[in-house]
């Protein structure tokens, strides 16, 4: 016998009617289930861009929520407004006996998820929250001391040996489908909450859960590939469900078991892709001081980052005068994406090579990255810096060139986004500085002027990097 006459169900990064943990509990424990979405003005206003991929990117999957809901005789609520206010102030309006929703382990999550807590209880109304976005959450994966793991093997040994198909296991929500309730209001448009419509329709991104299941039906027939494949930017490798994972719009549940079930070389190297996820999130809740700026290893938390004039700048605007580094700086800013791999180039790069706080590339991708979900952004970032969870000491420095001829030989993703350099020939299109001047005529590609003159040089920065953090590690072990 459901225990509560009517409840709410509150919808955030999670935006699926199907396999869902709330959703499922309250239909389960309530005679008839509200449902809500808050576009939340806390996180809305502090973004830099009206233009915003995320949030129509969002705005899209919450329509196509409302409409599968609605479909089912449900409905969803729409507010525009402060979360921690709309959610209480509505479940008082539609006299819920209990609110449910997922975890999100952001630390402004958290707090606002307390404030939330709070106020209900205050009124009398019963709070219920589960795990949702994660396979393996907070304390589920401990080493045998009982403390968190801060290096992936061990925690991915661990993750596997821990693993059983319960943890796999759908929520079945359609079966309570009927305890909907059909309440909804007008979704605002984007222009209405002050933001503008992007590029997203021209990338072709599909979004919503129907966007979700297309791609990853697409990416089942590539799964065998993916080993082979991911690390390559001009092929067809990686899943491209980072957004749709970011958001709630497929299930991690169903993800991981078919990774898991299948078995082969591909699938096994996708899942260990998701582990990483769920072992950066598990960070972010035992060091929630991470998101705040802080190094994971805090002996490097005031390393002296020289951060020389201009280096910054010429990084996000694509002007290093190394091909690949550009070529992704420019895919992150037209599309709002950037391959898996070049992320770790790209930020080993300003960091290693340019000498560049990790923190100001953290808060750039974050900024610009429709997929961005602040423990694997401040986790990766962490990594590539030598700060973070990472089981190689500071010494591992990736070299632009090589790292170019390898995964991208025939330099076709550089003639993609960068097709001032369409002309250069094979062999020198990965360091087109070393052009002979003839070439250059030849091509119409002139270094220092139809391309730059490459900012630094990569040997040398290396032996600057190297200095700067043995200095730290020094220092700290004086």
Not at 29 to 40: E, H, L, T
Not at 312 to 332: H, K, N, S
Not at 445 to 462: D, F, K, S
Request: hydrophobic share 45%; with cysteine.
């Amino acid at each position: 016998m459901p225990e509560y006459a009517r409840s709410l169900v509150w919808f955030r990064r999670d935006l699926r009617d199907f396999d869902h943990a709330a959703l499922y509990h309250a239909l389960k424990r309530s005679r008839q289930v509200v449902c809500a979405f808050v576009f939340d003005r806390d996180i809305l206003d502090r973004l830099p861009d009206p233009a915003d991929r995320r949030v129509e990117f969002i705005h899209a999957s919450v329509i196509e929520l409302q409409r599968a809901l609605l479909a089912k005789g449900g409905g969803l609520v729409v507010r525009h407004g402060i979360a921690r206010e709309e959610i209480v102030q509505l479940a008082a309006e539609v006299q819920a006996d209990a609110v449910f929703f997922n975890h999100d382990d952001d630390p402004a999550a958290l707090a606002r998820d307390a404030a939330v807590d709070a106020a209900l209880r205050a009124r009398g109304i019963a709070v219920h929250h589960y795990k949702d976005a994660v396979i393996f959450e907070r304390e589920e994966v401990l080493t045998g001391a009982g403390k968190p793991f801060s290096v992936f093997t061990p925690y991915k040994n661990a993750w596997l040996k821990t693993l059983t198909p319960f943890y796999l296991r759908a929520y079945p929500a359609d079966a309570y489908a009927d305890r909907l309730a059909r309440q909804s209001t007008p979704i605002p448009s984007l222009q209405e909450m002050g933001f503008a419509p992007t590029n997203l329709r021209e990338l072709k991104l599909p979004t919503g859960m129907s966007g979700g299941e297309r791609l990853f039906d697409d990416f089942l027939d590539r799964i065998d590939r993916y080993q082979e494949a991911r690390d390559f930017p001009a092929v067809k490798g990686p899943s491209y469900l980072s957004v749709h994972l970011r958001f709630g719009t497929v299930s991690i549940r169903q993800l991981a078991a078919v990774a898991w079930q299948q078995g082969g070389r591909g699938a096994q190297t996708w899942l260990s892709e998701l582990i990483w996820r769920d072992f950066y999130h598990q960070i972010l809740w035992h060091r929630p001081d991470v998101a705040a700026g802080h190094a994971f290893k805090s002996q490097y938390d005031a390393l002296p980052w020289p951060n020389p004039p201009g280096h910054f700048e010429a990084w996000c605007e694509a002007r290093t005068g190394y091909p690949l580094i550009d070529a992704a700086m420019r895919q992150l800013n037209q599309t709002g994406y950037m391959h898996n791999r070049l992320r770790m180039v790209a930020a080993s790069f300003l960091t290693k090579d340019l000498l560049v706080d990790w923190r100001l590339g953290e808060r750039y991708f974050a900024d610009k990255l429709i997929d961005y979900d602040l423990a694997a952004n401040n986790g990766g970032w962490q990594w590539a810096a030598s700060v973070g969870c990472d089981a190689q000491p500071w010494f591992r420095i990736f070299n632009p060139v090589t790292q170019s001829e390898r995964f991208d030989a025939q330099g076709h993703f550089i003639r993609r986004y960068l097709p001032e350099l369409a002309a250069v020939p094979d062999t020198f299109i990965h360091a087109p500085w070393t052009l002979p001047g003839s070439e250059q005529t030849r091509t119409g590609v002139i270094i220092g002027q139809t391309y730059p003159a490459p900012i630094v040089e990569h040997a040398a920065q290396r032996l600057r990097a190297l200095a700067l953090f043995k200095a730290a590690a020094v220092a700290d072990s004086v």
